[in-house]
């Protein structure tokens, strides 16, 4: 059941305003005489705030372990300061590392980008993975480039990052207020 625009029923979490005191909508139901009510109050008594005033915070965690799902992967997630990495990704115990960060694009392009080194791992086995990502290392370091930024799985990654980021994005800006 829909009022105001808000369904309860769904994850996210609408906010109505009683007295211009945000209230998070928990419940939404009918009286005993068929109208609708929010929390068990009338509705009457709330207003919904402009879609302007409607302030989400995005959760990174749970949105990566999401995304990582859909990728048919089951690799762990963690959040953790990485030194002088945004985040990497752990062959030997499937986990990928991520370190905290305010900017959401900048986040999902780094999720798929090491959802693609989890997906080469799967593909290719774990050792078989590791053979491969260390060639590439020593032929980037022969042609005197560097070990990580010249690595063909590394500059795979970043534009499978890149544009499943801007795919993710174009696909759910569509249904940010439905």
Known sequence: M???GLDASTTTVGYAFVENKKVVVKS??????G??????????????????????RVDFYDTAKQIVKKAGLKSKVVFAKRKGNKADYNV??????????????????TVFHEIDHAKDAQKFGKKKYKEKYELEMNKA?????????DNYFEKKAEKFGRKMA????????????K
């Open 2 to 4: 829909k009022i105001l």
């Open 28 to 33: 939404i139901g009918k009286d005993e005489h």
């Open 35 to 56: 109208m609708p009510t929010i929390n068990g109050k009338k509705v009457v008594n709330f207003r919904i705030s402009p879609k302007n005033e409607i302030k989400e």
């Open 92 to 109: 030997d115990t499937d986990t990928i590392y991520i370190s905290p960060t305010s900017n959401y694009k900048d986040f999902l392009v």
């Open 141 to 149: 370091v022969d042609k005197g480039g560097d070990a990580h930024d």
């Open 166 to 177: 801007k795919d993710y994005l174009k696909i759910n800006r569509k249904n940010i207020y």
